[in-house]
């Protein structure tokens, strides 16, 4: 069992040569370091892309357009269906199938409270000599009544204007500066495609989701975008409030058995689309940021076992330098587990200073990361850090020092005293 002696008599051996001892240590607080920032940067990703799902509420159920897959893509798996399918779209497969009148449908079902489809498009919009591009949006009413989002001033499009193919749009934050500036722009008119759409509403500001600016867009009712603008009969997602979510699941079955009645699909390997949960969302989202920290946590132990390398090339230039003094204290009674312990003791207490100095960095780097995502990136990173990281980063630690100190102190233990107290 190690006791107070050994740690004095290594506290003392570490002392004779501080500038290699602290070279030592540095090489394992950079590991450290990096596990703390990797885990606590997990944690922070992990809460942002969660957040920002459930900016779109957390009891609603999204249908989106999906690529129908080969049987030899649904063969090798559902990833690899997913990946495919998401290739094709990526390459210019559009899928038409999905309708107002699917919406309508699944609008029936008891557990549905309201809805609203969306259409998405890039279109110049002019306002006197200004002519910006801008994200076009077309949905339904319920929209502002389902989503997150909020008009600051003015007000959103009804539904009789919607039905009615009416030309009245209403803007993001960000568009409106484009095309205003400080002006007012409510009862102005913008062009879209030389047709004139009245501005009733401007949208209070929102920020980005995972990349995408909400206060770039131009909301127009769906209908409108779908006769006047793009000249399409389709919508590519719809959203579904639902009044109980813990029936999601039930929903989503009765759902897609509306939507593959009114597709004519008979096998389901056949889909042209996909019901997702906000659950699954959810669930889906934390198995991606977990995937990926373990696999930075993969990278970053790489730089702690060359930490653990230098701890052992520094244990075996000491014992090369400390030869006589390790012959001295056999000679005079220690016993090999006394010699073990002292060099094993130290190899320790180097990966306990690197592990403590390290989580101090580590934490003190992922702070400054969270301050500057939040207060210059405009992103909501919150600094999280888990006490099993904590943990985890004394175990790599002490456990490197452990394994790479091992063998030389073994080494030492294992001289003879006659010879090291001979060698020059």
């Known amino acids: ?247 999601a699941d039930e929903t989503a079955e009765e759902a897609k058995a509306i939507l593959r009645s009114n597709h004519n699909i008979t096998n389901p390997d056949k889909d042209d689309f996909r019901v997702v949960t906000m659950d699954e969302m959810l669930e889906i989202l934390g198995t991606i940021t977990d995937v990926i920290t373990l696999l930075l946590m993969a990278i970053v132990t790489i730089s702690l076992i060359v930490g653990g390398v230098g701890v052992m090339n520094t244990m075996f230039v000491v014992i090369s330098e400390r030869k006589k003094e390790i012959g001295l204290r056999k000679a005079v009674g220690a016993t090999h587990k006394d010699i073990l312990n002292q060099f094993l003791v130290e190899s320790l207490i180097i990966s306990f200073l690197g592990a403590f100095v390290g989580i101090v960095a580590g934490l003190t780097v992922s702070y400054l990361i969270s301050v500057i995502a939040s207060q210059y990136v405009g992103s909501d990173w919150k600094f999280v850090v888990k006490g099993s990281s904590i943990l985890i980063s004394f175990g790599f630690a002490l456990s490197v020092g452990l394994l790479f100190g091992v063998y030389p102190a073994r080494k030492a233990a294992e001289l003879d005293p006659i010879d090291a107290m001979r060698s020059e």
């Not at 090798?76 to 779209?89: F, K, L, P, R, T």
């Not at 568009?175 to 030389?194: C, M, P, T, V, Y």
Request: charged letters at 25%.
């Open 1 to 247: 069992m190690i006791n107070f002696k050994a740690i004095k008599i290594a506290s003392t051996g570490l002392k004779t040569n501080k500038t290699r001892t602290g070279l030592t240590v540095l090489g394992v607080v950079i590991g450290i370091a990096a596990i703390v920032i990797v885990m606590s940067a997990g944690e922070g990703v992990k809460g942002l892309l969660l957040g920002q799902v459930e900016a779109f509420g957390t009891n609603i159920l999204e249908v989106e357009v999906k690529v129908p897959v080969t049987s030899k893509a649904k063969g090798q798996g559902e990833a690899a269906a997913d990946i495919q399918g998401g290739m094709s779209m990526a390459t210019g497969v559009v899928i038409t199938t999905l309708t107002l009148g699917d919406m309508e449908d699944i609008d029936k079902l008891e557990n549905v409270k309201m809805s609203y489809s969306g259409i998405l498009g890039q279109e110049l919009a002019s306002y006197g000599s200004e002519l910006r591009k801008a994200y076009l949006f077309g949905t339904n009413a319920e929209f502002i009544n389902v989503d997150q989002s909020e008009v600051e001033f003015g007000r959103f499009f009804t539904d009789f204007e919607d039905k009615g193919l009416s030309q009245v749009a209403v803007l993001g934050s960000e568009i409106k500066e484009k095309l205003f500036g400080e002006s007012d722009a409510i009862g102005k008119n913008i062009k879209i495609r030389k047709r004139n759409f009245k501005v009733i509403g401007i949208m209070k500001e929102r920020g980005a989701t995972m990349g995408f600016s909400w206060d770039d867009q131009i909301y127009i009712p769906v209908r409108t975008a779908q006769k006047k603008v793009l000249g399409i009969n389709h919508v590519i997602y719809m959203v579904h409030e639902l009044y109980d979510r813990s029936k």
